[in-house]
């Protein structure tokens, strides 16, 4: 391939692979690789610089505006950071700064580089009034809504050494252990895991319901201070400064006074990085003078004053020894390696998950492979890749199974899904099993005292296939009841049995989850793609386990917040007889299946009655929590979107164009937070 081929082949790739990544928030492929093939177009181009794109990727930032939010121009550009792998380049870099500018000491801070993505942040008059993202660098988003959700992020300061208007700039970033639950939490209701945490914090500032971003616990690490009036002389003092004044501020930062001092501190954080919060993929060494800093300036697309450090992923090698399949509570059969046991980041790592077959075949492993294993923020390792040169003779090919591995059923690829599935849910017993786990789990019915292999217990003895089976047990079913279990992990076997006492908890818990409130035996009863907050909202607003069992597909997609997938997965649900069944005898064992007092919201008027309504954008008076509580408490419903049977949307400041201008076409009454106040007197 000649250069002209080469540079035109990357530059196309990369700009792509920029798109999909600030864009849709995926990753085609690891950063390194991404880094390297930047590397070798700058080289290239180096070399020709009259074969270069206008819109080469070493020329720009690589982030892109989109059109879901208002587009903002920032005050000062957000530029990337030129980055290295290698302690040679960080010399060479001290090098360069040594000839621009010779016979001064220059001193060094040391910062993380969170994973996550730049947020700028403008204050005015202490005040909290825009959250933008850094887009293409010199526009980004207006995401001001979903910063505000941040909790460590103060909305007012106030000190007498603030500048009028200001700005700082951060990371924001998805804490390992929001990233944890939230990919908990989908695997419950049967959705795939999101990928990691720097991915989920990008797709997640994006969402449009600050509602969910809050959910979420999204967190940001300030590092740096803009205004237009220059009133710190380092880097140092501005840091000093945020943190006296209330921003967040990571304490792992350190002044270095030599170069040696700098290598030393990524050395130190090479391992210590993992007991963080939060995945990092580097540091950051920034020039701490201010008075340096200009004079060493910019290239297009960074400072020359800063360079980022990267470390390479933590990547062990080790044999796929063999693949089982894993059948879930959804039915989906997902494939784990079995690897020879290897020590990684500190632990012990004998499984990765693989995700789905897809990915077995993307990656080309056989067993037998020498596989690369890497850690990031995710509970389980993943495999990246296969060692090729070191492929031994004897591999074999893995076979996705066409039947479930545990009740033999062929099974089923759904349109559109990467998921294969055991279609016996009414047969299989991973499923009914996991179907079991899901009722009694603390977040849902809250059965504690029957974990821990009871259920395997109850279901090998014929007592228990579905949730209204545990209201029929009795003290003479239970009494008596022993099996042995292996933990399959350590090998270790124990005896679990049911004396007196454990009969008697069981049988109290039992009774006592029939208070559980509606909107947790509604999540508990396990309906596709009804999470916790789904099954709070669905509860809110019909209130009863009828009213939900009555909807068809259109009304339930009024409710705020759930779509068309979800609604279609209820209808099908309470259309199963024997789920209409099992609802009928919770119904006859006591569970709560109508919204409990305290959760009604106290009716104040009629005002609204039979009135729907929807509000876009921000109001003086009250938070969007506040406002959605005063519709109902007088009467009103609250709807999902603009369409024809929309009495009212409220219009509150910076609205949302596309809801305006439906509503507009469509001939819907659009009132103000005053008239809106007035209506409900
Ligand atoms: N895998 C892919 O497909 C793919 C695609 C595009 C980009 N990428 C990755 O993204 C990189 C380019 O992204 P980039 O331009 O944001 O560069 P970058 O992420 O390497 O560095 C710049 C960013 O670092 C962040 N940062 C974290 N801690 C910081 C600190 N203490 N001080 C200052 N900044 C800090 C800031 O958000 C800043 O914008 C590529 O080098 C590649 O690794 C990957
Ligand atoms: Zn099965």
Redesign the pocket.
């Known amino acids: 391939m000649n250069p002209q081929q080469r540079i035109d082949e990357l530059t196309g790739r990369l700009n792509y ?2 798109q ?3 864009q849709d928030a995926v ?5 390194e690789e ?2 390297q093939l ?1 590397r070798e177009l700058s080289d290239l181009e180096r070399q020709h610089p009259e074969l270069k794109h206008k819109d080469s990727p070493t020329q720009h ?2 982030g892109t505006i989109s059109k879901e939010f208002p587009t903002v121009s920032h005050r000062y550009p ?1 530029l ?2 030129s ?1 290295t792998y290698s302690d040679e380049e960080i010399l060479d870099w001290e090098e360069r700064i040594r000839k621009a500018i010779p016979e001064e000491t220059v001193e060094y801070i040391c ?4 994973d996550g ?2 947020l700028s942040i403008r204050y005015e008059n202490g005040q909290l009034t825009m959250g933008i993202t ?1 887009g293409d660098g010199t526009r980004g988003d207006d995401i001001t809504h979903n910063i505000k959700t941040l909790r460590t992020l103060p909305h007012r300061i106030e000190a007498e050494d603030l500048p009028p208007v200001f700005e700082v700039r951060g ?1 924001g970033f998805m804490p390992l252990i929001s990233f944890n639950r939230l990919n908990q939490e989908r695997l419950d209701i049967g959705e795939e895991p999101l990928m990691n945490p720097r991915n989920a914090a990008a797709g997640t500032f994006k969402l449009q319901d600050s509602g969910e971003v809050s959910r979420r616990r999204l967190d940001c690490y300030l ?2 201070f803009l205004s237009d009036r220059e009133i710190f002389q380092t880097h140092e003092e501005s840091i000093l400064a945020l943190q006296r004044w209330g921003f967040n501020v990571s304490p792992t930062w350190k002044k270095c006074a030599s170069i040696e001092e700098v290598i030393a501190y990524i050395r130190e954080w090479e391992t210590k990085r993992f007991d963080l919060p939060l995945n990092t993929d580097g540091i ?1 060494v920034k020039v701490n003078s201010f008075a340096q800093q200009r004079e060493l300036g910019f290239t297009a697309k960074s400072p020359r004053w ?1 360079i ?1 450090y990267k470390y390479k992923a933590q990547s062990v090698e080790t044999t796929l020894r063999s693949v089982s399949y894993q059948v879930g509570r959804t039915g989906a059969v997902t494939p784990v390696a079995n690897l020879e046991p290897v020590l990684l980041a500190g632990t012990i790592v004998k499984r990765a998950s693989l995700h789905n077959a897809n990915e077995i075949g993307r990656l080309g492993i056989r067993l037998g492979d020498y596989v690369f294993v890497e850690k990031g923020g995710e509970i389980i390792p993943k495999i990246t890749g296969v060692n090729l040169d070191r492929r031994p003779e004897e591999t074999e090919e893995i076979h996705y199974p066409e039947t479930c591995p545990v009740c033999g059923t062929p099974l089923v690829q759904p349109e559109g899904e990467v998921a294969r599935y055991c279609p016996n849910d009414k047969g299989c017993p991973p499923q009914i099993k996991g179907k079991l786990e899901h009722f009694i789990q603390r977040k849902a019915m809250n059965l504690d005292s029957l974990g821990e292999g009871k259920i395997e217990l109850l279901y090998d003895k014929g007592l228990v296939t579905n949730p209204a089976d545990f209201y029929d047990l009795t003290y003479e079913q239970l009494f008596g009841l022993e099996k042995v279990i292996t933990d399959p992990e350590t090998g270790k076997s124990k005896k679990i049995g049911f004396r007196e006492k454990t009969t008697q908890a069981i049988l109290n818990a039992i009774e006592v989850s029939k208070t559980v409130p509606f909107e947790r035996v509604l999540f508990a009863i396990g309906i596709r793609y009804v999470g916790e907050t789904v099954a709070q909202k669905l509860a809110r607003y019909f209130k009863t386990i009828d009213a939900i069992r009555q909807a068809g597909v259109e009304e339930l997609t009024n409710v705020p917040e759930i779509g068309g997938r979800i609604a279609q997965s209820v209808v099908e649900f309470f259309s199963a007889a024997e789920n209409q069944e099992l609802v009928a005898r919770l119904q006859s064992a006591g569970l709560q299946l109508t919204l409990g007092e305290e959760a009604i919201i106290e009716q104040l008027s009629e005002k609204l009655s039979g009135k729907t309504l929807l509000y876009t954008g921000t109001f003086r008076s009250f938070e969007r929590e506040e406002l959605e509580r005063l519709i109902e408490a007088h009467g009103g419903k609250l709807l999902s979107g603009v369409s024809g049977k929309l009495n009212f949307l409220i219009v509150g400041e910076k609205p949302g164009s596309s809801k305006v201008d439906k509503a507009r076409k469509l001939n819907v009454a659009m009132i103000s937070e005053d008239e809106f106040l007035n209506l409900i007197g």
Request: aromatic share 16%; proline share 0%.
């Open positions: 692979l920029n999909r990544y600030y990753s085609e492929i690891s950063d991404f880094d930047l930032v690589g957000m990337s950071l980055n910062e993380q580089k969170f993505i730049s850094r990371e590092y740096s950051v800063a980022a």
